[in-house]
Each structure stands twice: as structure tokens, then as C-alpha cells.
């Protein structure tokens, strides 16, 4: 199965002093047989990110360093005749890869939104869930987190 994994990477001086930090999230495919091995596979591949440079005219030394997974999504098809993938499934044109979830207060946020001004969103990941409203993916991701 195909999967959408959000990596996590920040910059971090190596001097200690610092008052933001420079995020990405990394959205990569990752195949793997199921979602365990998908999250196996997304850390896996997100620790090989990690690496220093010298950031700036200050030449200070930092280091990107992998924070984790944010999300993993199972990536698919948006043929809406497509109900059960078949194995050999790969993403093409129009395959949904990933997606966010979000929340807005008003229309005009949304408008806002869409016209890419900056607005106050929530993501819909980022609020506490209603009970039984986790999806089995997440489930399992959080199960095998606190297994360690």
C-alpha cells in the first residue's frame, strides 16, 4: 500500500542561542505492506535527513534535525468506483495523496483562506477528538508510540 508520511525537520544552532526555529514538513510516498511498517519506514527515512550546516553571513553552525511523524496517511484513489485497491495499487494523476483538515470561524476567513491572506485556522487534527472520532490509523500509531 501507498502512503503519504508528513516528516518533521527543524534547524537548530548548534550554539544554543536561538529565538525561532525554521520548520518543514517533508511530505513523501512511502510503500509499505501495512500502516506500522509505513511509520517504521517514514522514521526511518526521516532520520536520514539529518545534517549540519552553516546557516547565515554569521556562518553558525546548526543541524536539521528530524523531529518525527506527523501524520501518515494511506494514499487513495479518486475513482469513486474504486472501493478496494487492488495490491499492485501505485498513485497516478488524481490520486489523493494526502490532505489537511481544517477549521475556520467565519466565511470570511475563509475567503481569506482561499485567497491565500493570512487568517486564523485550526487544524482539525489539532483539536481534541469527539469519543470514538480517532481513526484506526492514528490508533495504531499512538498505540505503538507509547508501547516503547
Same mark, same amino acid.
Not at 49 to 63: D, L
Not at 68 to 88: I, M
Given at each position: ?28 510516498? !512511502? ?29 553558525? #553552525? ?24 487492488? #495490491? ?25 483562506? !482561499? ?5 486564523? !485556522? ?27
Amino acid at each position: 500500500m501507498w502512503y503519504a508520511a508528513h516528516l518533521i525537520e527543524y534547524l537548530k544552532f548548534e550554539d544554543g542561542k536561538q529565538d525561532s526555529f525554521e520548520v518543514y514538513e517533508n511530505i513523501v510516498l !512511502i510503500d509499505a505492506p501495512d500502516n506500522q511498517a509505513a511509520f517504521n519506514a517514514a522514521e526511518k527515512l526521516g532520520k536520514t535527513y539529518e545534517h549540519s550546516t552553516i546557516v547565515g553571513p554569521e556562518r553558525r #553552525p546548526a543541524r536539521w534535525t528530524f523531529a518525527g511523524v506527523r501524520s501518515l496517511t494511506e494514499c487513495q484513489d479518486s475513482d469513486p468506483e474504486t472501493l478496494a485497491q487492488p #495490491p499492485d495499487f501505485k498513485p497516478k494523476h488524481a490520486t489523493e495523496i494526502t490532505y489537511l483538515a481544517l477549521v475556520v470561524d467565519s466565511e470570511e476567513a475563509l475567503q481569506k483562506l !482561499i485567497n491565500g491572506e493570512e487568517v486564523v !485556522i485550526t487544524r482539525e487534527d489539532d483539536r481534541p477528538p469527539a469519543p470514538g472520532e480517532l481513526s484506526e490509523i492514528r490508533t495504531e500509531l499512538v498505540e505503538s508510540k507509547t508501547a516503547r
